[in-house]
């Protein structure tokens, strides 16, 4: 298996210069390129790469907003110059952040670990159900341990590599990604509000119009969240007769 990738960035010499160290890699297969987010997001929806080299300042859309657009998001490594957005990076789940320019060793390092990722992914996807609204779940964060049924949980959130879960009085934090968490619940009862949340659609209190045309969910423990704006059309198709 090779993972199929789309390497992203304004700059034509970067991209060749990326381009270049991967074609050495045998774990991957260059099958595309794009210097702006329109190009890279008419690619992604067509190709369904399985990886992005994604730089993160770009003319128009960055590269945060190119992925705020994406209905399916491809694993991601961004690639840019600059050492500050890397706390904001893996918000986004990217599973790594390289610094320019790239060295080979730390480049195959990152992909390694998307190869595994999506290996594990493959092997699993065949054998794994999708848990149950009236499962029971173990939740263990340092000495406390909780058994949840999934009804319960109102709320899971991003929160640097692990994921926040709210039930009850409780906030425990679980080290799984919000991506994988997402591939284990069933689509009826828990909704991807937008990449940092997930919702329970059964703790619904209240809807509200918010800013342009996007929505507002009030939760029945108090918690407010901001649908994003591809989320909003998404539920509001999902949730109409």
């Known amino acids: ?22 074609q050495d890699i ?11 987010a329109g190009e890279a997001i008419e690619f992604i929806n067509k190709a369904k790469p399985d990886l992005l080299f994604l730089d ?19 694993e991601v490594i961004f690639t840019t110059a600059y050492n500050e957005y890397a706390i904001k990076a893996f918000e986004y789940n990217a599973l790594d952040y390289l ?6 060793e730390r480049l195959l390092t990152a992909i390694e670990k998307v190869y595994e990722k999506q290996s594990h992914k ?15 779940v173990f939740v263990k964060d340092g000495d406390n341990c909780w058994f949840v049924k999934l009804a319960d949980i109102s709320l899971l959130e991003i929160e640097g590599s692990y994921t926040r879960i709210y039930f009850e009085e409780n906030s425990p934090m679980i080290p799984k990604t919000l991506n ?12 991807r509000a937008n990449r940092q ?3 329970n659609l059964g703790c619904i209190d209240k809807i509200e119009p918010w800013f342009s045309g996007n929505i507002k969910i009030l939760l029945h423990n108090g918690k407010e969240v ?3 704006r591809r989320q909003t059309s998404k539920f509001k198709e999902m949730m109409s007769f």
């Open 1 to 22: 298996m090779k993972l199929n990738v789309l390497v992203i960035d304004d700059s034509r010499l970067a991209r060749q210069e990326l381009k270049h160290l991967l």
């Open 26 to 36: 045998d774990l991957v297969n260059i099958s595309g390129e794009a210097s702006n």
């Open 56 to 74: 993160i300042q770009m003319p128009g859309k960055d590269g945060f907003e190119l992925l705020e657009d994406l209905e399916e998001t491809p």
């Open 99 to 104: 610094q320019k320019p790239l060295e080979k």
């Open 122 to 136: 493959d092997s699993s996807s065949k054998s794994t159900e999708l848990l149950r609204e009236d499962s029971q």
């Open 180 to 191: 994988y968490l997402e591939t284990r619940l069933d689509p009826k009862a828990f909704f």
């Open 197 to 199: 949340q997930m919702i």
């Open 226 to 228: 901001e649908v994003s």
